[in-house]
């Protein structure tokens, strides 16, 4: 069961910028493949988004899978819904997906050139 | 403790019987599978459902002892 504290310091978190990641490490240094591999995706497309660190908060880590029904972390939200993870992100993002659902909730989306 | 391909194949088969579960042992090491699940419970359902789905399968394993499984879910 999770505290209405905790609830309400998730609910914070994930109203604090459009676009938010809750994920292991921060963007420049994400301490996990999956949590890299989002912040990958979401670098490549230009995306202005704000990392949560789970791993400087247990009561984070913990309260924002139960919050999702969700077992792992990384978690992107978009104006307050629930995305997906790791797995959902990189198919979204393959089939094209991942940029409609931006687009539709009015998120800027900056494509970059590939890094060599 | 690692899980066997086998035993996650049991455990998406049981919660779903007629499911086609195509599971890869990424790295050899009982610890990174990939897993692709394909079942008519999906239909209708988002991609974020048929994940929670699955892990509602696995019984709480995944995040746990089962710390790395990418998933696949679809529809037939």
Known sequence: MLEDRIKERIGHNIASDDVVLFMKGTPVFPQCGFSAAVVGVLSHLGIKFSGVNVLDDDEIREGIKAYSDWPTIPQLYVKGEFIGGCDIIREMYETGELMEMLNTHGIDVNPQPMQA | ?76
């Open chain 2, 1 to 76: 403790m690692p899980m066997q391909a086998h035993e996650i194949e049991t455990l998406i088969k049981t919660a779903f019987p007629d499911a086609v579960v195509t599971i890869e042992d990424l790295r050899g090491d009982g610890d990174h599978y990939s897993c692709m699940v394909v079942t008519p419970a999906f239909a209708g359902k988002t991609r974020v459902q048929q994940h929670q789905m699955v892990y509602k399968a696995l019984g709480g394993r995944m995040g746990g002892e089962l710390h790395a499984l990418a998933l696949q879910t679809k529809a037939p």
